[in-house]
């Protein structure tokens, strides 16, 4: 039986790649027996007797699957924020952060339209560009009509699945402009994917571009933190995840508990103290969210 990927889903049909060309296949019945679901993304084994339309008979396992937009096997997100116009926004990108480390994505930081900063401004986003590199997270600084946006952006997309996400008037197009040279083509593709305009059909679809795969995917500009207890909230703030095995108890919410490592280090400027107010804002959401049945 053959393996391959689904690279676009749409009206009820998948769209396998193998050898460059896309085979149109229906999903088994079982899998809705299931209450499964195949989602671009999924490496399957399928059957096609180059005749009919193909079948989706297996998926195989998953090294993660989003909820919005439905993808499965996505290995890292590009999140672009601009550093003003709209201003840079840390509690939006610890939200994104968050959400992503909880799927095991691994963020991409991108900063777009740093030419509109002055020296003072810069100074104060070059601090958190700093915090936030000493966390761990890669940082790609650019402009408008920045030259370098593709050498300094394709080595990340090389042999990966991204997708990209980010606050409308940050810079998106721009970066797509780039990385998709045959604009009218792709996003044409992708604004239909996205249900925007006037277009009311909504799929997700994996392009190529730079040596790997790209989804634009809107839907982390709507998010809550559904899928995340709040046992589990730690592990999705790197720093915090490093020092909370000192805490003194197991399951330490850093909130009120005695010897809590976590609170310790905000004290001594270890953990930055805004990344602190938004891991409490984000616990509380998840506390005073409804339970799921």
Do not use: W
Request: aromatic fraction near 8%.
């Amino acid at each position: 039986m053959a393996q391959a990927q689904i690279r676009k889903a749409l009206s009820g049909y998948y769209y396998v790649e193998k050898d460059g060309d896309l085979i149109q296949c229906r999903a088994r019945g079982i899998f809705r027996n299931r209450g499964e679901s195949p989602l671009v993304g999924d490496f399957v084994e399928y059957s096609y007797d180059g005749e009919s339309d193909g079948s989706i008979d297996k998926i195989l396992e998953r090294h993660n699957e989003l909820v919005r937009p439905p993808i499965a096997n996505v290995d890292q997100a590009l999140l672009v924020f601009s550093a003003k116009e709209p201003d840079f926004n840390t509690v939006l990108l610890d939200r994104f952060l968050v959400v992503l480390e909880s799927f095991h994505v691994q963020p991409i930081i991108i900063l777009t339209k740093m030419d509109l900063l002055n020296d003072a401004e810069r100074a104060h986003i070059q601090t958190y560009i700093d915090d936030y590199k000493e966390i761990g997270y890669d940082i790609i600084e650019t402009y408008i009509d920045d030259p370098t946006l593709l050498e300094k952006i394709e080595p990340y997309l090389q042999e990966k699945t991204s997708v990209l996400a980010g606050q409308s008037g940050v810079g998106k197009s721009t970066l797509l402009n780039t990385l998709l040279p045959e604009l009218d083509l792709k996003t044409g593709i992708i604004s239909k994917s996205l249900g925007r305009g006037k277009h009311t059909t909504r799929h997700v679809e994996l392009i190529e571009v730079c040596g790997g795969l790209l989804a634009d995917t809107p839907g982390f500009s709507s998010f809550d933190f559904e899928m995340i207890e709040k046992e589990e909230l730690t592990s999705c703030l790197p720093e915090f995840e490093r020092v909370s095995e000192n805490c003194k108890f197991r399951g330490c919410l850093h909130i009120k508990e005695p010897k809590c490592a976590v609170k310790q280090a905000v004290e001594t400027g270890e953990i930055r103290s805004y990344r602190y107010e938004h891991y409490e804002q984000i616990l509380q959401e998840i506390i005073d969210r409804k339970p799921r049945y």
